[in-house]
């Protein structure tokens, strides 16, 4: 039978351990605030930058810190697609050109200038534009183009183990097949369905233009991919 003071003993023993318990937890918590904060960009040179693609008044800058405060928000599961990507507020020289005006978001892998030409200093950036960040809407800008470099760095070459012969972006892109749509558009925009973090109306451009639902199975998929190859 049990004794007040076994009780008071039982009960001392409970305190530390949940002591114990939030000891461990805390650093990790604090340690993945740290590990969210390495794609950030306070290493954009934007003097050069700035040079680079002078005269098509494409950096802008005013809302950089706004850009980095939502890069530090992108889920853990999807940071290693986005070693060393560095996050731009501005117009992307080569997609302005293509518009005819200012993109919300861009990834370029391969650093693209307005005169066709490749391999330019801003390789592997993704690009904000101002008005994306007046918009509000910026988390999924955000989510949408850390997708396009989650596809290009992590799903090219990566395969579910039933499925050998068919790359996972082969494989996603076939569930997002639909009417005149582009494909990697609309598993761009899967990605801020599966991955927001916010409870306010999604902004997925493409699924709304082309009238487009991801079932909850590709989105399941979606992250199964990701969770798959990440490792
Ligand atoms: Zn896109």
Not at 134 to 148: A, C, I, M, Q, S
Request: include cysteine.
């Amino acid at each position: 039978m049990f004794t007040a003071s076994k009780i008071l003993a039982l009960l001392a023993s409970l305190l530390v351990m949940a002591l114990l318990i939030l000891i461990i937890v805390t650093p990790r918590g604090e340690a993945d605030t740290r590990s969210i904060s390495n794609p950030s960009t306070n290493k954009v040179e934007f003097r050069l930058l700035h040079e680079a693609v002078s005269g098509h008044q494409i950096i802008d800058g005013q809302h950089q810190k706004e850009v980095l405060r939502v890069v530090n928000t992108i889920p853990e599961a999807l940071q290693p697609a986005l070693k060393g990507t560095e996050f731009v507020n501005g117009c992307h020289p080569w997609t302005t050109k293509e518009l005819g005006s200012c993109a919300y978001g861009t990834y370029d892998p391969h650093g693209w200038d307005s005169d066709d030409t490749h391999g330019h200093e801003w390789a592997n950036t993704i690009w904000i534009s101002s008005q994306a960040v007046r918009t509000g809407k910026v988390p999924d800008v955000v989510l949408h183009e850390v997708g396009h470099a989650v596809v290009h760095n992590l799903f090219d070459d990566c395969y579910f183990p039933q499925q050998a012969e068919v790359s996972v972006k082969e494989l996603l892109l076939q569930s997002f097949t639909h009417g005149g749509a582009d494909p990697a558009e609309l598993l761009a925009d899967a990605f801020v369905v599966a991955f927001s973090i916010h409870s306010d109306d999604l902004h997925t451009h493409y699924f709304e233009d082309f009238n487009f639902e991801a079932s909850r199975e590709v989105i399941l998929k979606l992250r199964a991919a990701v969770w798959l190859c990440s490792k």
